[in-house]
């Protein structure tokens, strides 16, 4: 019997193929990306309530501040105004002979205030300002240097007690201020008017009495 030989060629199948191709990568599952990113995410949460807390504390902080520094203007004010009636009207007495003189020389004004300075321990310092609100004769010099040629509409309230002293055309107790010269008090501003001429004004530096 005759033998039949197989000549026909055997193509490799699919499954024989991919034992030869090159393995496939697979991708990082979702739940192993959102793991890498979980520290970040938490360390910037901890962050930004750290932040948020500190800003709290530091408003609270700045309103304890104002509050108690209001209060303390407030009682430095009650001390002041309480035995400023007398002080007020020793220095209407000097505002009223530049008045009646028409003008003072330097030399008299400088001995005239110097006297009440010595009498009101409260009195710091008396000055002269002229029409633009700078500071130009002051009793006494000595400690009270930073004050010559001051320009007192430089803060608010200053200015606003020079405003009402003009308008007015009396004496005006400003707010507590802080001096200059340092610490603080409050000032008085006592109008010039000498035949209808504005001469600037009579101030004077009051704090609480020794």
């Known amino acids: 019997m005759a033998h039949h030989t197989d000549t026909s060629i055997h193509e490799p199948t699919t499954s024989k193929m991919s034992d030869w191709a090159e393995p496939t990568v ?61 002080k007020i009207l020793a220095v209407n007495r000097i505002g009223k002979r ?47 240097e930073a004050a010559i040629g001051l320009r007192l509409s430089f803060e608010e309230r200053r200015a606003e007690a020079l405003k009402q002293a003009r308008e007015q055309n009396q004496a005006v107790l400003s707010q507590v201020v802080d001096l200059v010269q340092g610490g603080k008090g409050m000032l008085l501003f006592v109008p010039l008017k000498t035949n209808g001429r504005d001469d600037g004004f009579i101030s004077a530096v009051l704090r609480p009495d020794a």
Request: hydrophobic share 45%; no cysteine.
């Open 98 to 144: 530049w008045v009646a003189q028409g003008g003072v020389e330097r030399t008299k004004w400088e001995q005239d205030a110097r006297s009440y300075v010595m009498d009101y321990t409260a009195l710091q310092a008396i000055s002269w300002v002229d029409t633009t609100g700078h500071v130009r004769w002051i009793v006494p010099m000595q400690g009270n």
């Open 26 to 86: 697979r991708p990082r599952s979702s739940l192993q990306s959102v793991g890498a990113w979980v520290p970040i995410i938490v360390f910037g949460v901890f962050a930004m309530a750290t932040l948020l807390l500190w800003l709290a504390i530091e408003k609270q902080q700045q309103r304890h501040r104002t509050e108690w520094l209001q209060k303390e203007a407030q009682i430095l004010a009650d001390q002041i105004e309480h035995s400023a009636e007398e």
